[in-house]
Nanobody
Framework: QVQPVESGGGLVQPGGSLRLSCAAS????????MGWYRQAPGKERELVAR???????NYADFVKGRFTISRDNAKNTVYLQMNSLKPEDTAVYYC???????????WGQGTQVTVSS
């Protein structure tokens, strides 16, 4: 089994930056996609960014130009660099993994990001 573990959330002022990390443990060779969703209070969970085996990335329109997803294969870790943060970016950010040959998402426990002055 493979499991994602997030870290790096916190409180930041508008315009600031944070970097989230998602470390994968277990059967890492079976990973096809790793990425991030977020969920704000009273809202549905929404895709933020993802990176697919081979390196292709996708971003939600609301983070393009501000967030960057990257991967360190040696550390089995995916990062989400978040710049120019806005109050509306406040949410719980969840890392997820999709394994090769599967349609199921494996979720991390989530990390809170709060953007406020």
């Amino acid at each position: 089994q493979v499991q994602p573990v997030e870290s790096g959330g916190g409180l930041v002022q508008p315009g600031g930056s944070l970097r989230l990390s998602c470390a994968a443990s277990g059967s890492i060779n079976s990973i096809y996609v790793m990425g991030w969703y977020r969920q704000a209070p009273g809202k549905e969970r929404e895709l933020v960014a993802r990176i697919i085996s081979g390196g292709r990335t996708n971003y939600a329109d609301f983070v393009k130009g501000r967030f960057t997803i990257s991967r360190d294969n040696a550390k089995n870790t995916v990062y989400l660099q978040m710049n120019s943060l806005k109050p509306e970016d406040t949410a719980v950010y969840y890392c997820y993994i999709v394994r090769v040959g599967s349609n199921s998402y494996i979720w991390g426990q989530g990390t809170q990001v709060t953007v406020s002055s």
